[in-house]
């Protein structure tokens, strides 16, 4: 505890130590006027002195040694021990922004390692942590769509939701234009200059109420720019499937609607990417994060509080124990 409390410590004045130098100056004082002392008594005999040391004996130095460690700790308290608070404050300009995340029966798929979901949910969770100013919102679809956080700064709340996230939630199926047009909603009263829409999916639109291009045209009108997301292998994936005996992998077709992703990208401002393993995935968000940079200020400022006053103190009790020997236990009587 006491190494903790030193390890914070700096010192305002540190050229006060020089001042230690005088210490072995007043060790080599005292020694030599013990010398002298002792040498100017001449006696002819010492049989009549007693020659085991008595406790007074013992005790002789010790009223230097204190006076010796009340110098020491004076000039510790002169060099301005302080202890340093340093505060930082973090402000800016976040994104209003929400993940879009298809929760669909296919996204159990594993040609993601464990499967695209979980994939999905990691990379997710990893770019929340990286947007310390953003407000984000979480939204899942199959063939319908849900909220499951309005866009929050709450990052422990969120990433609890994320984690959450499981396939069959919804009813199975892939509504694009559900997903979007709930996401949009939920940014429509946002104040941001900046409002966007990470839509990632496995599939094709095939349900819900709303049609993509709709949800487009709605996003345009808003200002909110969307970013899709295609997730999916070439060729076919792996897929469980609940069988007669049980759970059964079998082998899909991986059909991504690219054209409509990357129309919905470009017409609204945003980019559509192509994630086809849990690498590129990861890559997909490190890129999106870059391309939609807030505006944070960082500024800090440093408090110091003074801590010279137990050093004072504790010169104080040397220099009283010192006082109390003399004049009490090491007394000397003419």
Avoid: C
């Avoid at 700064?153 to 959450?164: E, G």
């Amino acid at each position: 505890m006491l190494y903790d409390w030193l390890r914070d410590i700096e010192f305002a004045q540190p050229y006060q130590f020089i001042l230690l130098g005088l210490a072995p100056m007043l060790v080599w004082a005292y020694i030599y006027g013990y010398q002298q002392r002792q040498a100017a008594i001449t006696v002819s005999t010492i049989a009549t002195f007693p020659t085991s040391p008595t406790w007074k004996t013992a005790l002789r130095h010790i009223p230097f040694a204190f006076r010796l460690l009340a110098f020491i700790f004076l000039v510790v308290a002169l060099a301005r021990p302080q202890r340093r608070n340093e505060e930082q404050k973090v402000t800016g300009e976040g994104v209003d922004l929400i993940l879009t995340i298809d929760v669909s029966g296919s996204m159990l798929a594993q040609d993601f390692s464990p499967n695209r979901l979980e994939a999905a949910k990691e990379v997710a969770a990893n770019f929340v942590d990286s947007r310390p100013t953003d407000r984000i919102g979480l939204v899942i679809f199959s063939g319908e769509s849900f909220t499951l956080s309005p866009v929050t700064t709450d990052k422990s709340v969120l990433k609890t939701q994320i984690y959450n996230i499981r396939s069959g939630l919804l009813e199975d199926g892939t509504a694009i234009g559900s997903g979007l047009a709930t996401s949009i909603d939920r940014l429509r009263n946002s104040k941001s200059k900046s409002k966007v829409v990470i839509l990632l999916t496995d599939g094709e639109n095939n349900g819900g109420l709303i049609d993509p291009n709709t949800a487009k045209e709605i996003a345009k009108t808003l200002g909110v720019k969307v970013y899709t997301i295609g997730v999916g292998t070439e060729g076919f994936a792996p897929v469980p499937l609940q069988g007669s005996g049980g759970i059964v992998m079998q082998r899909e077709k991986v059909n991504i609607d690219e054209k409509l992703l990357k129309q919905i990208a470009d017409e609204t401002g945003g980019r559509y990417f192509r994630a086809k393993d849990n690498e590129g995935l990861k890559n997909i968000y490190n890129e999106i994060d870059k391309l939609e940079k807030s505006r944070i200020e960082t500024s800090s400022i440093n408090r110091y509080s003074e801590k010279f006053l137990p050093f004072v103190i504790a010169a104080a009790i040397f220099l009283l124990l010192e006082t109390l020997l003399r004049l009490t236990l090491l007394k000397k009587f003419p």
